[in-house]
């Protein structure tokens, strides 16, 4: 009797040996279960939002693209990107060399992308090729249902440049700019409406150059942008329906330094029903021997511009000692004066 029941106990503590090596081969096949669910989801929502941006006469397409990431990341991988916006006859296009977007299985919510360089947009109409360089360009991306959130982008070493269609900003030749770091954040405004697309905005920059010969500058920017609307065709068409949402603009600082020189501005835009930009901005520059000094004064198109500040700003010292002087410009139906007078028109912005 004694034996027996010895060898009863034995083959029961054999049986529980197993039993950690069988609970893991349950979990391995429910988490491949699980992440093959999150796979198809990711895949049919991509899907779904390709189709909704189509209606709106937007196309996004890879030359390949394929889903990886098992065990635990969910990785979407875009070879030779390009984004399609088309109205009526006019088109433009994106292209980018290579799009990976990366998220956890467990919170597709939470959405890392990185862009590899270089990048192109053309317009038709516009001979030049617009290409872009940069070292690292990525975008964290936290979604509210399907809606953003928050988006943070960054880009290192970026330029950019007209070019022939190669992408890649002409060696020996100054771009159009260039910076070392350039980074923006955005959120939903705390006290936006259910719903609403109340963002706040904030950046920064640094190393920006706009000639080879100057000095780097650095700058910084904060602003509101109230009642931003979900699609449009293109930008004339996202414009005019901000402007029947009353979109506006509010630019609370933006300011850039550097060698000595300074630019600051702050203010709030609108558009009319007409198209037409609606506001004022309050600029301010450093002065040197009683005209701007710097970039302003150094662009033949800002030219006038710089000679109504030089006129009609008011003096004022910037905190770290740089001489400043600073005018209101104000934007009405189109028009654009400085003090007393007008320096010109914008054209309107969209068609009604």
Known sequence: MRTGKTSARGKVSRWALFLPFIGLAVLVVVWVFVWNQARDAARAGLGEWRVAEAAEGRTYTCASERFAGFPFRMEWICEDFTALVRDGSEEAELRLARVVAVAQAYNLGHVIVEFDAPGLVTVSGVSDTLGSNWSLGHASLRFDGRAIDRMSLHFEEFSTAPTSGGGVVPTGSDPLFAA?????????????????????????????????????????????????????????????????????????????????????????????????????????????????????????????????????????????????????????????????????????????
Do not use: C
């Open 180 to 352: 070392d770091d350039f980074i923006v954040h955005s959120r939903r405004a705390p006290d936006a409406p259910p719903g609403g697309r109340n963002y706040d905005v904030t950046g920064k920059v640094e190393g920006l150059r706009f000639d080879e010969g100057d000095a780097p500058l650095s700058g910084v920017f904060d602003m509101g942008l109230f009642a931003l609307p979900r699609n449009g065709s293109n930008l004339a068409a996202f414009l005019r329906d901000w402007q029947t949402r009353n979109g506006r603009l509010d630019l609370s600082r933006m300011e850039i330094r550097g060698g000595g020189e300074a630019l600051n501005a702050k203010g709030d835009l609108a558009l009319t029903p007409s198209g037409h930009l609606q506001g004022n901005v309050a600029l301010g520059v450093s002065m040197a021997d009683g005209q701007p000094a710097g970039a302003l004064a150094r662009v033949p198109a800002l030219a006038t511009l710089a000679a109504m500040i030089a006129l009609f700003g008011k003096d004022g010292e910037a905190a770290d000692g740089i001489r400043m002087r600073t005018v209101d410009i104000a934007f009405d139906a189109g028009e654009v004066g400085v003090g007393p007078v007008t320096l010109g028109a914008i054209p309107p912005l969209f068609k009604p």
